[in-house]
């Protein structure tokens, strides 16, 4: 799988190889920063891993309460860049009906204290009314396990860069579906919820994700509003994760490497009832 346009950029090194040094070339995860323009207003900057950007903006959106549904959403597109400059600017237009700019940024200020700073409890999200996950779903352990394994083979620029996270959705037959990588671990997860809003399969009540690095309460957060009822890590997850997965009833799964990991909630859905 060949990586997204202006996710990698080279670069010339001195490699230190016992006693002896040689110049060599190496590939760098890219990092930008990317502005969300949201009816033509500014409404915020994040860094980002170039690529799937209206995903990203449209998975944000999402994931941090702004949006709820693919129908509020009128357009989404690149700002045309000027002089030369790259393309870093989305802009989002939402439908008029009931949209209130100053609404908007009380949202999001209650809404980044989250996914950008980390909140202070579990109240915030029950203001956002989340609802919990799917309870019918049931996924086999021993396909669980070969989860990490298909992500790693998926992903391009984390094999070139060594640098990024990712996120990967399964079916629940753990059929890949889509990965994302990124710099930031959040910002993974809101390609991955992007990408199933703009294409309307909204909310991932029969899917698994994945994430390459720890389970944290954003991570959660996130994962519960695209309606996500299994979420796995390679790493461990946080205190407040685990609470808030069990208060929800999120499937939080951790340290999930070779034959083994670690159920923290939820475990009706992937392990017997009699355990």
């Not at 060599?24 to 207003?41: H, K, S």
């Not at 990967?168 to 990124?182: K, M, Q, S, Y």
Request: aromatic share 6%.
């Amino acid at each position: 799988m060949r990586p997204p346009q202006r996710s990698v950029e080279l670069t010339q090194v001195l490699e230190w190889d016992d006693g002896t040094i040689r110049p060599v070339q190496d590939a760098l995860a890219a990092e930008e920063p990317m502005e969300i323009r949201i009816n033509g207003m500014p409404l915020t900057v994040t860094m980002r891993t170039p690529g799937h950007d209206l995903e990203l903006a449209a998975g944000f959106l999402l994931t941090e309460g702004i949006i709820q549904t693919r129908g509020q959403v009128a357009g989404i597109r690149a700002a045309r860049p000027q002089n030369g400059a790259k393309n870093n600017v989305v802009e989002v237009e939402l439908q008029e009906s009931g949209f209130d700019s100053a609404d908007l940024q009380r949202n999001f200020f209650a809404a980044s204290s989250c996914g950008i700073c980390g909140k202070a409890s579990i109240e915030a999200i029950r203001t956002r009314g989340l609802q919990p996950p799917n309870p019918d779903i049931r996924f086999d352990p021993e396909v669980l396990c070969r989860l990490p394994e298909t992500l790693r083979e998926e992903q391009a620029v984390f094999s070139r860069t060594g640098g990024l996270h990712a996120a990967a959705l399964f079916d629940e037959t753990g059929a890949l579906l889509a990965v994302r990588e990124d710099i930031g671990r959040h910002n993974a997860v809101d390609k991955i919820a992007g990408w199933a809003l703009l294409e309307g399969d909204l909310p991932l009540s029969t899917h698994v994700m994945l994430v390459s690095g720890r389970g944290g309460f954003e991570i959660v957060q996130k994962a519960l509003a695209a309606g996500i009822p299994i979420l796995a890590s390679v790493s461990a997850p946080s205190s407040l994760a685990v609470r808030l997965a069990r208060e929800l009833g999120l499937t939080l799964i951790g340290f999930l490497r070779g034959r083994r990991f670690v159920v923290y909630s939820g475990a009706f859905r992937c392990l017997p009832a009699d355990r």
